[in-house]
């Protein structure tokens, strides 16, 4: 569906669910081409995830990512060649090269932290809701997080606080079947690792409210989140959003499966013949095309509008690239600055 | 000068602070008292009650809880009761707040201060009497402050309020009823406090350990020896200099820390006076620590594996033989 | 006699352990890492599926598991994987394994081997770059075992998988994993706790170095001989139980010290060696003990950064000249 958004803020949803896309095809590029280091998490089908929620959320409510926070970080406005030049390490990125694509973060956006160990992201996420209620203030913390983060304890424990206080707080899981064990379980939807039948039901059972929605349905995952963000912001209490998305399989190393977006597609519906096989994925899957089909068939852009949407997009994408191979190595002094504050 | 008892004016600086900056709020169950001192923090809760959120026994949560609060504008002080608590949170404390910093290039801040009344309290047996802070100096990124007299804590307290960084406060039960003088010479934060001047030989301590080495001292003055008693005050960062500079002076060494004794305290002071004091030392340094086994139960055993007041004065009597 | 990585070795004492003894079970069996070597470790899935349980992302709670069916007969071995993930089960590891024995007056034992991957392995940045080895030394009733080649890699895994009864923390590091070494598969190649090894005689300078460091350090000391300094390289192999006669031996010989270990350098593995060699050594030292570890500074994503603060042969190379004059 689509959102209940202005036409200019649906433009931009849509623009950073483009360039989300575009970032994390980057990525795999440069990946290839030996420009990244170490291991990354792509956030390949959820961009339409990132781009509700931040649709829904206020400048002055608090974001908090994981290991697979690239797309959290652009959808919340960061520069994307700063997060690119995080990612390879350099001085001009967010971090100084210090944090890398694990802790990717854009602090003057309020995306302050990345925490890379399961479920280490959850009680800080409630951490900064508490802040929010003493101060009296009306935002929310959003904690993004995957599947994985409930079988740890620390979320048990960050649900039944956020819970029991009424804490401000967004708990937007994301269920993209990326469950490290691939053992068939008893959940209704991926999330093999619990004992759940539903994801949502812990939070239930401990009397949170909950919803569930479909990850590739930008208005779906927007309406929750508003609606969440509306409950936090009266006082109500938090609120727990399982976001279900289609397990994309470039995911696990990262690979390009389903090759550079054309955007056309969204059009067509029709998979490029090299990708035969992933019929599903271009014909309802993929949420960026899903997206574009959808506000297209509406009338609301016209597909000239939005393939040069795209062509803006891809060009600010090509940019930020390149900005952040010219960009220079942190001296290498500065490993032993920013410790502490004083 | 008047004489205050610790465990008085730890909740008196703490509810000074408390009043000027109303950003400061008290997390956690413990309340600085532990069980068998609640009656000193009843005026916190009195005056703060607002400020103090009672939290379920879940310090993994509310530890995390305390580092989102501190990036979002609060500066929590999170009594997280036990030093062996302090595992539960252990991804929290270790492995979240002391980067905070670092990894957003100086950008985000974590002002939290976790706080243990830990270590040997007597009778808290093998689970309950965890000595973290060796362990904790690990953790590049975290300082550690371990005030041990009465008029050290306002300025250590205050200090750390100041300088914003992530802390572990080291408190220890048995420093609550002794009294001492409610204020001392000001002294920049981070340098550790030549509390008893002395030039036959230098005893180094900090926490409940210092305390047992002040007394230790009187003792050995009795008979003579004339101690030189360092008081670390902050273990990270932690003062080479006043220590190499007493060493210099007196040629002898005794450490006492009440940690477990392979990689603590005393182990880094050894190792850096070995390394940058080498030739001060006309013996080797006398380090006392709790025994390498876990704690027993029994008072009898637990007093017999611990670094006592006749401990130290043994070993600076070996030193001076 | 033939020619293994780490990962072989490992790999091949693994594969002895679960063949010798059937209580011998593993929670998780992702040894290697995310490194090319991993594929050493394939053909224990291969051969003893059903003695592997795959476990949720659950550390503190699996950890658990492995200590209590431990103390009631079977002998597990949890790879963790990554060192920093340990902290998730430190309750378990810190404040239940150990107290087991000495709670029980030596009735209940508790033979389970926690085996993890530490310090600086390349873009793990500030989370995934720890090195717990020296928490883990400050926790009496943990016997802690540091192999630092092929050899003392099968054989300390088939003396505490099979042989020991108290619990272990097994230190292995992903930079461990590509170095070569000789290994006798025909001699059962058990390995003794608490017996160091020269790993090459020398003497000018004594330089004690585990795990990781080790290759290190053989590395510095050649490039040592060839400015004429002769080197000791001492592996202690296990810290818990310690051979500090070996140690000693080798400072009295030398009377020059350089302790290195991958961990920050406040209350470190280094810290203590160097106090212990301070103290016993006191009269056999004739210069400053020098430690080589890691700054106090959390671990910075960017290779050039990140190479900066890891300890390295060079920075053995430079402390040995300081001490050696």
Request: charged share 20%; glycine share 10%; net charge negative.
């Amino acid at each position: 569906m689509i959102p209940i958004l202005s036409r200019d803020d649906l433009k931009l949803a849509l623009r950073r669910m483009l360039l989300i896309r575009r970032f994390e095809e980057a990525c795999i590029i440069e990946w290839h081409k030996g420009n990244v280091p170490g291991h990354y998490h792509v956030s390949v089908g959820q961009e339409a995830t990132a781009a509700g929620v931040s649709a829904a959320m206020d400048t002055d409510d608090i974001l908090f990512s994981t290991h697979r926070n690239h797309g959290h970080v652009i959808s919340r406005g960061a520069d994307p060649g700063k997060s690119f030049a995080e990612i390879l390490g350099k001085a001009t990125g967010y971090g100084r090269g210090k944090a890398g694509t694990l802790h990717g973060a854009a602090p003057e956006l309020n995306v302050p932290l990345s925490s890379a160990i399961v479920a280490g992201v959850l009680p800080i996420a409630i951490g900064a809701g508490y802040a929010m209620q003493v101060k009296g203030k009306s935002n929310v913390s959003v904690v993004m997080f995957g599947d994985g983060a409930m079988e740890e304890g620390a979320a048990y424990e960050a649900i039944n606080l956020a819970s029991l206080w009424k804490l401000p707080v967004l708990f937007v899981c994301e269920n993209n079947g990326w469950g490290v064990a691939r053992v068939p379980g008893q959940a209704s939807y991926h999330a093999p690792n619990l004992a759940l039948t539903e994801l949502i039901d812990l939070a239930k059972s401990l009397g949170m409210a909950t919803t569930t929605v479909d990850g590739v349905d930008l208005g779906d995952v927007h309406r929750a989140a508003k609606q969440a963000r509306e409950q936090g912001v009266a006082g109500e209490g938090a609120t727990f959003i399982e976001v279900r998305t289609k397990v994309w399989p470039g995911g696990q190393w990262p690979e390009l499966v389903t090759g550079i977006t054309d955007i056309t597609r969204a059009w067509t519906g029709e998979a490029p013949a090299e990708f035969a096989h992933m019929v599903d994925w271009f014909k309802h899957d993929d949420p960026v095309l899903q997206v574009a089909r959808e506000l297209n068939a509406t009338e609301i852009f016209s597909r000239d509008e939005i393939e040069a949407l795209d062509a803006e997009v891809q060009s600010q994408m090509d940019q930020a690239v390149q900005f952040a191979l010219e960009s220079p190595m942190p001296e290498l002094e500065t490993a032993f600055e920013d410790v502490w504050p004083a | 000068m008047a004489k205050v008892k610790f465990g008085e004016a730890k909740i008196k600086a703490v509810a000074d602070l408390m009043r000027e900056d109303d950003d400061i709020v008290v997390v956690g169950g413990a309340s600085f008292g532990g069980l068998h001192h609640q009656a000193y923090s009843r005026p916190l809760f009195d005056e703060f009650d607002a400020r103090i959120l009672r939290t379920p026994i879940a310090e993994l949560g509310f530890c995390g809880l305390a580092v989102g609060a501190a990036i979002a504008g609060l500066k929590p002080i999170v009594t997280i009761g036990t030093g062996s608590f302090a595992f539960e949170a252990w991804p929290q404390i270790v492995n979240e707040a002391p980067n905070i910093r670092y990894m957003s290039g100086g950008q985000v801040k974590c002002p939290v201060m976790f706080h243990t009344l830990g270590g040997i309290r007597l009778g808290g047996a093998a689970q309950h009497s965890a000595r973290p802070q060796a362990m904790l100096m690990q953790a590049a990124g975290l300082q550690v402050i371990a005030p041990a007299l009465s008029g050290d804590l306002m300025p250590l307290l205050k200090g750390v309020m100041e300088n914003e960084r992530p802390t572990f406060w080291i408190d220890h039960s048995l420093l609550t009823e002794e009294e001492w003088d409610d204020t001392l010479p000001e002294l920049p934060f981070g340098k550790a406090r030549i509390v008893r001047q002395g030039s036959d030989v230098t005893i180094v301590g900090y926490s409940i350990d210092l305390v047992r080495c002040l007394h230790a001292a009187d003792i050995l003055a009795a008979e003579g020896i004339n101690a030189e008693v360092i008081d670390l005050r902050t273990l990270a960062p932690l003062d080479h200099e006043t220590v190499l500079n007493s060493v210099a002076k007196t040629g002898l060494l005794v450490v006492s820390d009440e940690c477990s004794p392979v990689c603590s305290v005393a182990s880094e002071v050894s190792a850096f006076v070995a390394e940058e004091g080498f030739g001060l030392l006309r013996k080797p340094t006398q380090r006392l620590n709790f025994a390498n086994v876990p704690v027993p139960m029994s008072a009898v055993l637990e007093e017999h594996l611990m670094p006592t007041i006749d401990k130290v004065v043994t070993a600076a009597k070996v030193l001076m033989a | 006699m033939k020619q293994m990585t780490f990962a072989e070795g490992l790999s091949l004492g693994l594969q002895e352990s679960l063949e010798q003894d059937e209580r011998v079970v593993l929670i998780g069996a992702g040894f290697g890492g995310l490194t090319p070597y991993r594929s050493a470790y394939a053909p224990i899935r291969g051969r003893f599926s059903e003695r592997i349980t795959d476990p949720p992302i659950a550390e503190l709670g699996y950890c658990g598991i492995a200590i209590g069916a431990a103390m009631t007969g079977l002998r597990p071995i949890v790879a963790m994987g990554t060192g920093a993930f340990s902290f998730e089960a430190f309750p378990q590891i810190a404040n239940e394994a150990p107290q087991a024995y000495y709670g029980t007056r030596g009735q209940v034992t508790c033979p389970v081997v926690f085996h993890m991957m530490t310090g600086i392995r390349g873009a793990g940045a500030l989370q995934h770059s720890s090195s717990p080895q020296s928490m883990y030394w400050n926790t009496p009733g943990l016997q802690l075992v540091v192999p630092g080649s092929p050899a003392d890699a099968r054989g300390l895994m088939k003396t505490v998988a099979l042989r020991s009864e108290n619990p272990t923390i097994f230190i292995d590091h992903q930079r461990l994993q590509g170095v070569t070494g000789m290994v006798d598969e025909a001699d059962a190649g058990e390995i003794p706790l608490g017996v160091a090894e020269v790993k090459r005689e020398g003497t000018d300078v004594t330089i004690v170095a585990v795990s990781v460091m080790v290759a290190r350090a053989l590395e510095a000391a050649e490039k040592l001989a060839t400015e004429g300094i002769s080197a000791e390289v001492v592996d202690p192999r296990t810290l818990v139980p310690l051979d500090k006669a070996t140690i000693l031996k080798s400072v009295a010989k030398t009377g020059r010290v350089v302790v290195a270990d991958e961990s920050q350098l406040s209350c470190g593995v280094a810290s203590e060696l160097a106090a212990i060699i301070a103290e016993e050594g006191f009269e056999s030292l004739r210069a400053p003990v020098k430690r080589v570890a890691i700054p106090n500074v959390p671990i910075p994503f960017h290779e050039s950064e990140e190479k900066y603060i890891t300890p390295s042969a060079g920075w053995i190379i430079n402390a040995v000249k300081q001490i050696c004059n």
